[in-house]
């Protein structure tokens, strides 16, 4: 490990490679460059995450912290090569004032040649990902809008603000639920006539389901709003022959029942941040199911035409700030995402 | 029609079969405890086995569920893969039933039969059922006629899919084969058995087509232009372990040869399938098998060994006659390496040698294919005194990965060329979260996806390369080599009157 105080990219690129040589062929096989966005208090368990994804898919790691956007400029880096980050070869990049700003221009050198770049916000989603350049540079960008103070209408915006090649961690934490509703129809061609799903108000994935179902079976679910469980507690579909088929969420198991059969547990364990971390690396293609769940969910059409990259639009919070202070004359650039 | 909530596009939704039971037949057996149930238990664990799942153990002992569930707790918690979670394996557990008896005892067959109806009405399940066969091929026609009067093997009387799974050994030669084959494929319809070749469920094998076929920088060489000679190698540090009364009696060839070899040199020499559909696959698998052809001289073309006793990985180890269980006048090998050749244009000329062997340096498993020296060398002869043949190598275990060897200057003033070699290695913990073949297989046969199982035309077809060397080899001793060595002189003197050498995997 290699610790670089009040520093430069150049440095930082140097000091990587010479990791690399010494450490001989460690990572020989990268897969990505996953570049995670993160706040300072969530480092540790971004960097967690991100040691079990990078065990299945061998990545060059980039950690940018942004923090103290008014204070000096100045770099502080981590080179870790096959420590304790696991086979991925990571920099952990702290970055203060304005050079905050301009974190592509220590992260762009780091990026490993021709292999696709995924960008993970381990932290609020950026309202629009064309004025982050982390976000226009990657192929794959992935956001978590369960860290949002409101996390539904996070999900929402991640809809106006969609081009393929997005996807959200709230779609990747239903997988398992999906698989054993889809489980259910594999054996019955009775059509679904109606759905319900209970979950807190505020919960992103209760929203992400019923967009999925409205989407895939053209029928609008009902949201029965409880608090009962903090996440989402049950999925029901109501066939047109009268057969009911619930999935209830108990701890880490999901009570199936349906009916004129005997209930059934099943496993539905919460995973760690880096399982689904890995899942989402293990396509870097869009996501179309994912996209169309989104759109009818925020009730978006056409998200699978949007252009599948974004052109970056330059936002700066000191201007912003500056011209809020002036009775907002100025709302701020950013409403030409696409 | 299909299910509305599936689609091509979403890749999240993982394989799951319909609710189904599966009955194993020998569960008290090594094979079960080793791979079997820990296999199970690992796809409950992973979520992808249906809501109703019943495993069904069939075993000749005098045991209640209990104790089977004991059984079945220790080997599942020693073999499994995925963390351990105690609430998965109570639900698993209590989905496991004991089914007594002995494979003569029509009554415990009935009992069976009963269970399995019993299952459609409590469990959900509408009369499908894969049976595992880990027991020994003697037993086989019992069990299959026992499946064929109860009337367990018929799709259409049971309301769902039947299946059976078939461990190796196929047969003990081309004759017994057929005749297993004729046996199970008139009980079961031939679409519903499953053969399984556990090599062909390892990430890195299935690996091989991606390779070949997914890319355009390997095709084109191909082929015997550029391909010198190809190497395949099965080398295990172990000796024969507990199997003594099965290997004197078979052999290295029989036991390894005839399907794991055979099926890696087939994936290696096919030509490109239409599609990825198993039919296709089967189809140019086979064409490469028919074409396989011996050495004019099989004495000449092939060695044939027995290890004596000597020191592995820093232990001793005792030779093969000295095995317990094992005649000391035994002629059985336990290493046989072979010369053979693909005839058809791609490989004309093209030598396939391929070796097996027990009590081996070390565990491995590889595909080296070695490429032609280029036809021209520019540089003093000095300088390249040291460039062997380019090489790519697929290690299909242990460390999976892919090797291309090529000459490169060495650093310094003067034109110096040397081998180096390029290393691909899937990470270790990528390897240790892949599914285990059994795993994956098992999901297969469940699915009921044919692709990775070889069906009864490659396995007879296989033994028609197999019977000629035996008959061959019938009344010859194998030589003699240490355990710790590769192979007996004979082999490395077999390929240096080519002008080759083995490589050391």
Known sequence: ?????????????????????????????????????????????????????AAAHPCRLLIVVRSDLEGRSRLDAEIVVGGRLGPAEAVVMRMYGRLALHAESVVMPLLAPDVPVVTWWHEEPPHMIANDFLGVVADRRITDAALAPDPVAALRQRAVDYAPGDTDLTWTRITLWRTLVAGAFDTTEERVTGATIVAPKTDPTAALMSGWLQSRLGIVPTWEYSDRSPRMHSVQLECANGDCVTVTREENT???????????????????VGDELAEELRRLDADQIYGEALGAMAGVTGLDAKPTSRVHVWKDPALAARAGAEAGAMAGPGGSAA | MGNPLRTAQDRRLPRIPEPCALVIFGVTGDLSRKKLIPAVYDLANRGLLPPGFVVLGFARRDWGDGDFESLAYEAAKKGARTPWREDVWQRLASQFQFVPGSFDDDAAFDHLAATLDDLRERNGIPGNAAFYFSIPPAAFPLVLNQLARTGMADNAKSGGWRRVVVEKPFGNDLQTAISLNQLVDEVFTPQDVYRIDHYLGKETVQNIMALRFANSLFEPVWNSKYVDSVQITMAEDVGIGTRAAFYDASGAARDVLQNHLLQLLALVGMEEPTSFDPQEVRAEKLKVLRAISLPSDIAKGS???????????????VGYLEEKDIPSDSTTET???????????????????VRVGKRMPRRVTEIAILFKRAPHLPFDPADVEMLGHNQLV????????????????????????????????????????SPEAYERLVLDVLVGDRTLFPDASEVEQSWRVIDPLEAAWADTKPDPYRAGEWGPRAADEMLAREGRAWRRA
């Open chain 1, 1 to 53: 490990m290699i610790g670089l105080w009040d520093t430069t990219g150049n440095e930082v690129v140097k000091a990587l490679a010479a990791e690399r040589r010494s450490a001989g062929g460690v990572a020989s096989g990268l897969a990505l460059t996953l570049v995670a966005v993160v706040e300072e208090k969530k480092v540790r368990e971004a960097e967690a995450a991100a040691t079990i994804a």
């Open chain 1, 254 to 272: 999901a009570l199936f029942s349906r009916t004129g059969q005997e209930d059934r547990y099943m496993p539905l364990p919460k995973r760690p």
């Open chain 2, 303 to 317: 060695v044939r060994g027995q290890y004596l006793p000597g020191w592995v990985a820093g232990e001793r180890a």
């Open chain 2, 335 to 353: 290493y046989v390496a072979v010369r053979l050749g693909i005839q058809n244009r791609r490989w004309a000329e093209v030598p396939f040698y």
């Open chain 2, 394 to 433: 697929i290690r299909v275990q242990p460390d999976e990965g892919v090797v291309l060897k090529f000459g490169s200057k060495v650093p310094g003033t003067t034109m110096e060329v040397r081998d180096i070699a390029m290393d691909f290695q899937y990470g270790e913990a990528f390897t240790e979260s």
